[in-house]
C-alpha cells in the first residue's frame, strides 16, 4: 500500500525558514517523480514543485520560486522541501504527491497524496 | 506559465443528472490534463489522466475528453457520493497548474 506522510509544519514567523519532509512507502521511490501541492484551507489547490526520479530536474511556481527548494533522498526513500524567506501567502496545507508514470522522468499526474502538514506563517 | 481556467465555479445538480464540467488551456497542452475529486477535510483523487484515461477504480460514469486547449469532465449519472469540488490539472510542462475548481452542489 502507497503511503506518504508528510512532516515538518508548524507556526513560522514571516522571513523565516522551514523544511517540509515526506516519508514515502509501498512503492518503489526512485522509479517516480514526485511533488508538492499546497492548499489554502477553503481554496482551490495550488502547484508548488515537482522533481524528477533522481532529482536532476526540479520546477517550481512563480509563487515560490528563488524562495523554495526541493529535494529527494532516494536511500532514504523520502522527499523534502526547503522554504525560505516565509510570507504570510505561504500559510497553507501542504501535500506531497506521487507522480503517476513509471516510464517517464518527471510529467506525470498525481496518484497519491499524503495527508498533508500545516504551515502557518504569522508574527 | 500555462494559466487553466475552469468553468463553471458551482454547479448545482440532482442524483441522476449528467453533468459537465470545462477546462481550457491558455496555450495547447496536448492531452497531458488530470482530473481530481475533492472532498471536504480530504486530499484529492485522481480520477482521469491524459485527458481520457480513467484511473483504476474509478467509476465508469465519469469519463473525460478533449486535447490542444478544451477539456471537458462528464458524470454521466450523478450519485451521492459525487458531489464535492473538482479540479483540472495541466502537466505538459515542467511547471504544473491547477484549475480553480469546480463545486457539485446538491440541487
Known amino acids: 500500500e502507497v503511503q506518504l506522510v508528510e512532516s515538518g509544519g508548524g507556526l513560522v514567523q514571516p522571513g523565516r525558514s522551514l523544511r517540509l519532509s515526506c516519508a514515502a512507502s509501498?512503492?518503489?521511490?526512485?522509479?517516480?517523480?514526485m511533488h508538492w501541492v499546497r492548499q489554502i484551507p477553503e481554496k482551490g489547490l495550488e502547484w508548488v514543485s515537482g522533481?524528477?526520479?533522481?532529482?536532476?530536474?526540479?520546477g517550481y511556481a512563480d509563487s515560490v520560486k528563488g524562495r523554495f527548494t526541493i529535494s529527494r533522498d532516494n536511500a532514504k526513500n523520502s522527499l523534502y522541501l526547503q522554504m525560505n524567506s516565509l510570507r504570510p501567502e505561504d500559510t497553507a496545507l501542504y501535500y506531497c504527491?506521487?507522480?503517476?508514470?513509471?516510464?517517464?522522468?518527471?510529467?506525470?499526474?498525481?496518484?497519491?497524496w499524503g495527508q498533508g502538514s500545516l504551515v502557518t506563517v504569522s508574527s | 506559465d500555462i494559466q487553466m481556467t475552469q468553468s463553471p465555479s458551482t454547479l448545482s445538480a440532482s442524483v441522476g443528472d449528467r453533468v459537465t464540467i470545462t477546462c481550457r488551456a491558455s496555450?495547447?497542452?496536448?492531452?497531458?490534463l488530470a482530473w481530481y475529486q475533492q472532498k471536504p477535510g480530504k486530499a484529492p483523487n485522481l480520477l482521469i489522466y491524459?485527458?481520457?484515461i480513467l484511473e483504476s477504480g474509478v467509476p465508469s460514469r465519469f469519463s473525460g475528453s478533449g486535447s490542444g486547449t478544451e477539456f471537458t469532465l462528464t458524470i454521466s449519472s450523478l450519485q451521492p457520493d459525487d458531489f464535492a469540488t473538482y479540479y483540472c490539472?495541466?502537466?505538459?510542462?515542467?511547471?504544473?497548474?491547477f484549475g480553480q475548481g469546480t463545486k457539485l452542489e446538491i440541487k
Open positions: 504527491a506521487k507522480g503517476d508514470d513509471f516510464w517517464s522522468d518527471y510529467l506525470g499526474a498525481l496518484d497519491y
Open positions: 509501498g512503492f518503489i521511490f526512485d522509479d517516480y517523480a
Open positions: 522533481i524528477s526520479k533522481n532529482g536532476g530536474r526540479t
Open positions: 496555450q495547447s497542452i496536448s492531452s497531458w
Open positions: 491524459k485527458a481520457s
Open positions: 490539472q495541466q502537466y505538459s510542462s515542467y511547471s504544473y497548474t
